[in-house]
Each structure stands twice: as structure tokens, then as C-alpha cells.
């Protein structure tokens, strides 16, 4: 409680002037420094010098020089210094950025000197919030900043930049005007009963309120694809022991990243690596093989492949063709009936067609789901991938048309707007009074609101903008 007391205050001072490290840490050619607030400029120019001061550099022109520490004149780096006046910088405040060398050491040694001429250490996004707090952005698109910097494939970094260039504000943002424009005209039969006003259809109303509501539904449907852009798929690879699992996951990677021995129960617990198919951010999870055992070890590495499964977005199944299909497989495959999975049929390459197309046939009713793959030889592998991609996105959504919501608190305010507008619903073809209805309509646009930042609290800015890196 202290701490998020403490939090609350820091964040709602923006009068202060801040700096931060801007790039990750590590060495690198460049590094960067960023300062906001009202003292930048002149805090630069304490301990800058160039060919121009930074009090009088052009806007959004670069200045070679130097930093030197304000306590003995010492040089500390050569730099390019950047001003960005207000209200044109990624803040709208007077903006100050420094490229360094980028030594961990150097940046630190600058950030010093920043902070002993009057600026204090940034906290995680503050640069973000004051962006948001100065009308810049709105809040899904400090949002989709965080998102950006977390992109995982091209795909998860196309969803991101549609948030950030407003895409999901505007289509909020046109659902919060009509919501408004039926709550004004409730409120004026409210506050005017007496007045000449046309009386309301409650029918045409009702009618709004639906589309309204079907348009928020729409969005909510696409969390789920929404999340895994975001965070990844989850696919887990499951079978019996000795079926090629670990050469599968090999496969995918293009690299022994598992050890496979034609030892049974080689793999004793789950190995977890990411990658992509078709742009779709993949974990991939290979799992101890399943099998009746007295071993310790080989129980404990089943243990956890049931977590695995539980965990998973998706499951693919590995038979071997060379054994065929055993009641060990029945048994696993009537396990995850109730999860979305693919059988691939793996060592297809030693054995016949023949026996290949009768193993099929015996998964007749999920002919769509399987895949004939040969994990050594590497065959069947990009058609598996596509299948996967198929199965859990492309089949389902238009990337390139839909606006899709990867983040949680959109899906619970929208999930609470949509229940607001069903009370309100009910309410108006009950004949009852304008202010119940009303009442409802207004937490319905309250939680929309919340989305984009219309009506916000200081917690909601804290758990947004406490996930942020430092100097974002």
C-alpha cells in the first residue's frame, strides 16, 4: 500500500524533469539518453558543448559536441545532441536526446550528469504517460507502444502499429458517440418531460443499442487470436515415447536443440523454444513421451507434460507410422478431445503408402486434422506449419481487414459495456423509466471510455504504465 502510495505521487508530478537510458542495456555502436520537461534545455546546456548550445540548436537537427562533467570539466563522450521543442517531441514537452557511444558505462556516467544538474530518473513509461497526460495519444495507443516494443514476428508488429496510428480508438471512439447521442436524447425527455419534445421510438432505440452491442461483441471475439499475436501460441507436442517428438521439434527450429537417442524416455522434461510459422509467434514445447512406468523420473516428466497440455493453445499429436496405431494412442488421442490439436502421422518415410493411408482412414472423422510428416527427412514439415497457422488464425480472421484486441482490460471493459447495454436493453422494452435506462447507458460509456482514456483513474494509469521499460 506504502508503495503504491508512494507510486501514485511520483507519477502525478509532471512538473519535473526526467531522464532515462533509452536504449537496452548492453554494448552497442550508439546509445541513447532522453530528457523531458520544462528544464532540458537548459539542464543541456550545462553540460553540452558544441558548435551551438542546445538553448539555441534548431529544432529536430543534430548537434555534434561534447558532455563534460559539471564538477571538474572532465570530457566524458563525444555526442550528437537532438532538441525537440514543444509541442513537437514524443512527449510535447521540451525534449532532449543525447547519442552516446554505446557503452554501459558512458550512458551511466551521462545519466549522472543529467540528474546532478536538476533532472531526476524517469519511472517505467513516464516518457508514455506524459505523452498520454499531454493529449499526444490516447491510451490504447501508449498501449500499443509497449506492444511494439514487444513484437515477436512482422505479424505481431502489424497489429501493434494499427493500434498505435488509432485504428482501435477511432472504431471505440465512433461506438462512444452514438452511445452519447442516444443518452442525450434519454436525458433531454429526462430533464424536459414537460416540453414539446417528439416522443422516442423505444423500438428504433433498442435497434442502436443491438448494433452497438453486436459491434462490441465482434471485438471481444477477436481477443483470443488478438492475444496469441501478442504473446505467442503455446503448441505443445505430445505422444508416446520413442515417436519422434524431440526430432519434430528439431525440425522446426532447423537445429538439435533436443537430444534424440532411439532410447525410450530420452526426453524427461518439457523443452520450451520460440520461433514462427507464417508470422504467428510461436512457443514450442516438446514433452516427455507417455508410457506405463515404474521410474521416478520418466512419472514426474508425464507430471508435467499434463501441465504442458493444460497450458496449451494448441496440440500436435505424434504417431508413428512404423508401429502403427497403438491403444496407447487411442487413449491420448481421447485425452484431448477437448483441445484443439492436429495427429501427425511422423516415419512416414519407412514405411508404405499403403500402410501409410490405412493409418488415416483410422482417423477418418478427423481427416482434416492430420499430417503425413517425416521428421528425419524434414518432408511434410512447411505444410504442418501452414496447417497449424490455418487452424488456429487464418482460417478464422482477415488480418488485413479486422481490427483485433490483444489486451486483457480492453476485453473486460468492452465484456462490461456489453452487459450495461443489455440491462439498458431490458429495461427500455420494460416501459420503465428513462433514468434506469439511462443509468446503464452511461457504465456502458464509461467503460468504453476507459478503453481509450476518456474517463481514467490513477490506478488504471499505474498497472498500464508500470510495465513499461525505463525510458520509454
Avoid: W
Avoid at 564538477?71 to 514543444?86: H, M, P, R, S, W
Avoid at 493529449?135 to 507502444?145: F, H, K, S
Avoid at 521439434?249 to 532410447?263: G, S
Amino acid at each position: 500500500m506504502k508503495d503504491s502510495t508512494v507510486r501514485r505521487r511520483r507519477i502525478s508530478n509532471t512538473e519535473d524533469t526526467i531522464t532515462a537510458i533509452s536504449t537496452p542495456f548492453g554494448e552497442s555502436g550508439i546509445g541513447i539518453v532522453r530528457l523531458s520537461g520544462k528544464n532540458s534545455v537548459s539542464i543541456a546546456d550545462k553540460i553540452f558543448k558544441g558548435d551551438i548550445s542546445p538553448g539555441k540548436a534548431e529544432s529536430h537537427k543534430a548537434n555534434y559536441g561534447k558532455i563534460f562533467s559539471a564538477d571538474n570539466g572532465q570530457i566524458i563522450d563525444e555526442v550528437y545532441l537532438t532538441v525537440f521543442k514543444a509541442p513537437k517531441s514524443y512527449t510535447k514537452e521540451d525534449l532532449v536526446e543525447i547519442s552516446c557511444h554505446g557503452s554501459p558505462f558512458v550512458l551511466y556516467r551521462v545519466l549522472q550528469e543529467i540528474i546532478k544538474s536538476g533532472a531526476r530518473l524517469a519511472n517505467p513509461g513516464e516518457f508514455t504517460l506524459r505523452a498520454f497526460l499531454n493529449g499526444r495519444i490516447d491510451l490504447t495507443q501508449a498501449e500499443a507502444v509497449a506492444e511494439i516494443i514487444k513484437a515477436k514476428t512482422e505479424l505481431s508488429l502489424k497489429q501493434g502499429l494499427k493500434h498505435l496510428q488509432g485504428e482501435l480508438s477511432d472504431k471505440l471512439n465512433l461506438i462512444r458517440e452514438e452511445l452519447i447521442n442516444i443518452l442525450a436524447e434519454l436525458e433531454a425527455r429526462i430533464d424536459f418531460p414537460e416540453d414539446e419534445i417528439e416522443e422516442i421510438d423505444r423500438s428504433t432505440v433498442q435497434k442502436r443499442m443491438e448494433k452497438i452491442e453486436s459491434e462490441i461483441k465482434s471485438l471481444i471475439d477477436t481477443y483470443e487470436e488478438g492475444k496469441i499475436l501478442k504473446e505467442g501460441l503455446r503448441l505443445v507436442i505430445v505422444g508416446k515415447t520413442n515417436v519422434g517428438k524431440s526430432s519434430l521439434l528439431n525440425a522446426f527450429l532447423k537445429e538439435e536443440r533436443a537430444i534424440v537417442t532411439p532410447i525410450p524416455g530420452t526426453t524427461r522434461d518439457a523443452i520450451s523454444e520460440y520461433t514462427n510459422f507464417k508470422g504467428l509467434p510461436v512457443r514450442l514445447t516438446d514433452t516427455a513421451g507417455f508410457r506405463f512406468s515404474q521410474d521416478k523420473i520418466e512419472i514426474e516428466g508425464i507430471k508435467r507434460t499434463k501441465i504442458e497440455i493444460n497450458k496449451a493453445d494448441f496440440i500436435l499429436l505424434v504417431i508413428d507410422a512404423s508401429t502403427g496405431v497403438t491403444e496407447e494412442d487411442r487413449e491420448l488421442e481421447k485425452e484431448l478431445s477437448d483441445f484443439c490439436h492436429i495427429i501427425v502421422i511422423n516415419k512416414v518415410d519407412l514405411v508404405s503408402d499403403e500402410k501409410v493411408r490405412e493409418i488415416e482412414l483410422s482417423f477418418l472423422e478427423k481427416s482434416k486434422k492430420i499430417q503425413k510428416i517425416s521428421a528425419l527427412k524434414g518432408t511434410g514439415i512447411e505444410e504442418l506449419k501452414e496447417k497449424i497457422a490455418d487452424e488456429v488464425f487464418f482460417s478464422k480472421k482477415g488480418l488485413d481487414q479486422e481490427i483485433i484486441i490483444s489486451n486483457l482490460r480492453h476485453k473486460e471493459a468492452l465484456s462490461k459495456a456489453v452487459q450495461s447495454l443489455s440491462l439498458a436493453k431490458e429495461s427500455l422494452m420494460k416501459n420503465m423509466s428513462f433514468e434506469f435506462v439511462a443509468l446503464d447507458l452511461r457504465v456502458a460509456l464509461d467503460a468504453i471510455g476507459e478503453i481509450v482514456g476518456k474517463v481514467v483513474t490513477e490506478d488504471i494509469l499505474n498497472k498500464i504504465f508500470s510495465e513499461f521499460c525505463i525510458g520509454k
